[in-house]
């Protein structure tokens, strides 16, 4: 296809787009329209795009998609991590966000937390090419990694092969660990740092953020202790006060005899206000 035909037809699928989100900021079309800047290059608009769009609808995961495809492709590899796991939150079989995230764990380095993302991704979308072929091309032998690190690929096979059995394991990465922490879920989240950080010893940011988690739990932990009334606690007011109580005069309380187990019932109090009324009339 000629490039300059492909280029126009681009800028006019832009201006539709523009028309109909100026006229309805709450539209979708945002998602097409970040998606026609981003292949022209103008991925400065394509974020603008849909970072306006998922602000409008913070609920629609197809844009959150979109947006960490254009933040990967900046090199914005954490920030994209982040939009990936927007995505997922809101549908977790998302098509889009599980390449996208596999992806970019390819471009670290991390072809196993890769191979785990695609493998989850066939069991939603089994007649996905897209994930088949990747998932093929992951599994084809690799000469040049054999004759680098050969001890390692012998400390990795039992691991290839037990990997289709752990398919259904949660996913030890730090987007799902966010995951996890926007639903409140602290221990989980933790228990995934350190499952990456076993597997990665010198990663300082998984580090730092088992060390925040740990604070923000027990701060969660203390706040939670210190609202609850214990059950055997004493109460501060033990006998309710009457009418009667409040009304009687001096005499009356003077008069009340000392350590009687009565003193406080509505009989011995109307007692004592009837004799205390009948003394006062005598001294009159």
């Given at each position: ?17 523009l028309q109909i989100f100026t006229k ?49 492709q900046m090199g914005r590899i954490d ?206």
């Amino acid at each position: 296809m000629n490039p300059a035909k492909s280029g126009g037809s681009l800028i006019g699928k832009i201006g539709s787009y523009l028309q109909i989100f100026t006229k309805d900021p709450s539209s979708t079309a945002f998602v097409p329209l970040a998606e026609a800047y981003r292949q022209i290059g103008l991925l400065d608009d394509a974020l603008e795009a849909t970072r306006l769009g998922t602000t409008m609808l913070p609920h629609f995961s197809p844009g959150f998609s979109t947006m960490g495809r254009i933040l990967g492709q900046m090199g914005r590899i954490d920030e994209a991590m982040t939009a990936y796991a927007r995505a997922l939150s809101m549908d977790r079989q998302s098509q889009a966000a599980l390449v996208g995230l596999a992806r970019l764990h390819l471009v670290r380095g991390e072809r196993d937390l890769a191979r785990k993302i695609l493998r989850q991704a066939a069991e939603f979308h089994p007649d996905d090419g897209k994930i088949t072929d990747m998932l093929i091309a992951l599994d084809l032998p690799r000469p040049w990694a054999e004759i680098k690190q050969a001890s390692q690929l012998k400390q990795r096979t039992p691991r290839l092969e037990t990997a289709s059995e752990e398919a259904v394991e949660p996913i030890p990465t730090a987007t799902l660990a966010e995951i996890y922490v926007k639903q409140g879920l602290l221990d989980k989240a933790i228990n995934i740092f350190q499952d990456i950080l076993k597997q990665n010893p010198e990663n300082d940011t998984a580090r730092q953020r088992i060390k925040q988690l740990q604070e923000l739990s027990a701060v969660a932990a203390d706040k939670s202790a210190n609202q609850q009334v214990p059950a055997t606690a004493t109460p501060l007011v033990t006998q309710p006060v009457t009418d009667a109580q409040e009304l009687k005069p001096t005499s009356a309380i003077s008069s009340q005899p000392q350590g009687s187990s009565d003193d406080h019932s509505p009989l011995t109090v109307l007692m004592r206000w009837l004799t205390a009324i009948k003394q006062g009339r005598a001294n009159v």
